[in-house]
T-cell receptor
Framework: GAGVSQSPSNKVTEKGKDVELRCDPI?????LYWYRQSLGQGLEFLIY????????KSGLPSDRFSAERTGGSVSTLTIQRTQQEDSAVYLC????????????FGPGTRLLVL | GNSVTQMEGPVTLSEEAFLTINCTYT??????LFWYVQYPGEGLQLLLK?????DKGSNKGFEATYRKETTSFHLEKGSVQVSDSAVYFC????????????FGKGTKLSVKP
């Protein structure tokens, strides 16, 4: 079946602009995760959704970052007032939702803030 | 807290050489352990995993054994190929958790013909 998809694949924006990144998880997966991959920080967790529960936002680096998941499926990560340090690859992953389950990753969105 | 430490790269080997990438962890409870791989220009893929002590995960000739006594999950392959050139990430999910992966910094492997 189809894997995790993300859009856009690349995004270039100017400092101070808002951006929205989209993730389409594998059908039927109840858990959805956002991570960020940057040269200096490696792979960092951002936010986690499980079914209809309140999301775990403990990894969001600032209040400029937010995410939502509509209907338990598609998720959007929004970065407001982007800064140059937000430049990174943003990865989405989904899993069936059971304890310790494998997470399947999308191809990522490469964000460059000028 | 929970963390993963893996050997720094880059690692350069000749084809058919033996590979070991060390990974140790600190975690609460009994974590699930993973190796993910990122080939050039591609996304993260699960390579192998182990969910309890003494389990051995294996895939594509790679192996790793969950060692609780040494809190380690070292990745090994007996004979590497050029196509194994990639970045390898050790990761864990804390015990009893459905939550996020905690990753090591990654180790870049280059295999020369």
């Amino acid at each position: 079946g189809a894997g995790v998809s993300q859009s856009p694949s690349n995004k270039v924006t100017e400092k101070g602009k808002d951006v929205e990144l989209r993730c389409d998880p594998i059908s039927g997966h109840t858990a959805l995760y956002w991570y960020r991959q940057s040269l200096g920080q490696g792979l960092e967790f951002l936010i986690y959704f499980q079914g209809n529960s309140a999301p775990d936002k403990s990894g969001l680096p600032s209040d400029r970052f937010s995410a939502e998941r509509t209907g338990g499926s598609v998720s959007t990560l929004t970065i407001q007032r982007t800064q140059q340090e937000d430049s990174a690859v943003y990865l989405c992953a989904s899993s069936p939702g059971s304890v310790g389950e494998t997470q399947y990753f999308g191809p990522g969105t490469r964000l460059l803030v000028l | 807290g929970n963390s993963v430490t893996q050997m720094e790269g880059p690692v350069t080997l000749s084809e058919e050489a033996f590979l070991t990438i060390n990974c140790t962890y600190t975690a609460t409870g009994y974590p699930s352990l993973f190796w993910y791989v990122q080939y050039p220009g591609e996304g993260l893929q699960l390579l192998l995993k182990a969910t309890k002590a003494d389990d051995k995960g294996s895939n594509k000739g790679f192996e790793a054994t969950y060692r609780k006594e040494t809190t380690s999950f070292h990745l090994e392959k007996g004979s590497v190929q050029v196509s194994d050139s990639a970045v390898y990430f050790c990761a864990l999910i804390p015990g009893g958790s459905q939550g996020n992966l905690i990753f090591g910094k990654g180790t870049k492997l280059s295999v020369k013909p």
